[in-house]
């Protein structure tokens, strides 16, 4: 079955390159982002990890942690690891699973139940894990994000939906489209005008059901 948003995360117990993990436990009380790649050393993913990499102190100041997955071995992590971090001129200091039996892939639905990796893989045969996943610290799924192997990730695109996962969550609004920190926010249809006022102060009413207003403090 498909995982879908508010779904419980499958947790799972796994070698990564950093020792061994139980994923609810890793993840602990903070956000978590979830991003796996079908082979180590390739092209696009090297630069991914690097982007990555580079972001270290934003996922920091948001309170949320990132794991890599990839379907090859501990030992290929690590000396991948030193590839990313020349590249992106970088620390790679968060952990890469080394999914080479397919089970996280699998119970992330990334991969089919009958999925194996034939002998001397190549990206091709698992190119579907190619997903990002923003887990919530109750540790259910908040957004998923799926790309094929030729396009490169934004992980800009990646930090500015967290911040509008969590700014929605902690103070119960929406966010417009292309919305970032700092701009108007979306007043939730729950709340009616007087309510919406009482508890944001000024309203924009473009619409009935469409009103913006900047949130408290």
């Known amino acids: 079955m498909a995982l879908r948003i508010n779904d419980t995360v499958p947790d799972f117990t796994a070698q990564t390159d ?34 990555v990499a580079q972001l270290a102190d934003e996922w920091a100041k948001r309170n949320t942690k990132v794991i890599g997955i990839s379907v090859d071995g501990v030992e290929e992590h690590k000396r991948w690891k030193r590839d990313i971090e020349s590249t992106a001129d970088a620390v790679a200091a968060f952990p890469i699973i080394a999914d080479d039996g397919l089970h996280v892939s699998k119970a992330f639905d990334m991969l089919p139940a009958e999925a194996y990796l034939p ?13 990002v996943f923003i887990i919530g610290p109750d540790k259910k799924l908040k957004l998923s994000m799926t790309y094929p192997m030729n396009v490169g990730r934004n992980f800009a695109e990646v930090l500015r939906a967290l911040d509008g996962l969590q700014t929605a969550s902690s103070n119960a609004v929406a966010t417009p489209a292309n919305w970032t920190p700092g701009q108007d926010v979306i007043v939730p249809l729950a709340l009616d005008d007087a309510a919406a006022e009482a508890k944001f ?8 059901y469409l009103r913006y207003a900047k949130l408290p403090g």
């Open 18 to 51: 950093q020792g061994l993990i139980k994923f609810h436990d890793w993840i602990g009380d903070k956000w978590a982002i979830l991003f796996s790649h079908p082979k180590d050393f390739t092209p696009v993913c090297t630069t991914e990890f690097g982007a």
């Open 201 to 208: 102060g000024k309203i924009n009413k473009v619409l009935p």
């Open 119 to 131: 002998d001397n893989p190549t990206p091709n045969d698992s190119q579907t894990v190619r997903a």
